[in-house]
Nanobody, 125 residues
Framework: QVQLVESGGGLVQAGGSLRLSCAAS????????MGWFRQAPGKEREFVAV????????YYADSVKGRFTISRDNAKNTVYLQMNSLKPEDTAVYYC??????????????????WGQGTQVTVSS
């Protein structure tokens, strides 16, 4: 069992930066691939980024590639999402999620086993 708690969301102007954190409970955190997803009002939850259990492999959605960076610290049971050059269209609730196997390419929410409660990111123009 893995429990996830996101933090770090907030209101930022376009062009600004935020770093989201996702703290995980459970001693098996380092064996899970970790993903970030987001959901804007009236839209489906969409994939943002994923990294492997070691952090050595990552994959990003085209919409965030070059602006967002996913990383993890297994000693702290935490995964991060550094978001730079934010745009109003990045406004959404951001969720972290865990699954056993790392898959390169677009990840689908239904393939993840554990989810956090989400943190709101609002980017003003």
């Amino acid at each position: 069992q893995v429990q996830l708690v996101e933090s770090g969301g907030g209101l930022v102007q376009a062009g600004g930066s935020l770093r989201l954190s996702c703290a995980a409970s459970g001693r098996t955190f380092s064996s899970y691939a970790m993903g970030w997803f987001r959901q804007a009002p009236g839209k489906e939850r969409e994939f943002v980024a994923v990294n492997s259990w070691s952090g050595g492999s990552t994959y990003y959605a085209d919409s965030v590639k070059g602006r967002f960076t996913i990383s993890r610290d297994n000693a702290k049971n935490t995964v991060y999402l550094q978001m730079n050059s934010l745009k109003p269209e990045d406004t959404a609730v951001y969720y972290c999620a865990a699954r056993k196997a790392y898959i390169s390419g677009t990840n689908y929410p239904t393939t993840y086993d554990y989810w956090g409660q989400g943190t709101q990111v609002t980017v003003s123009s």
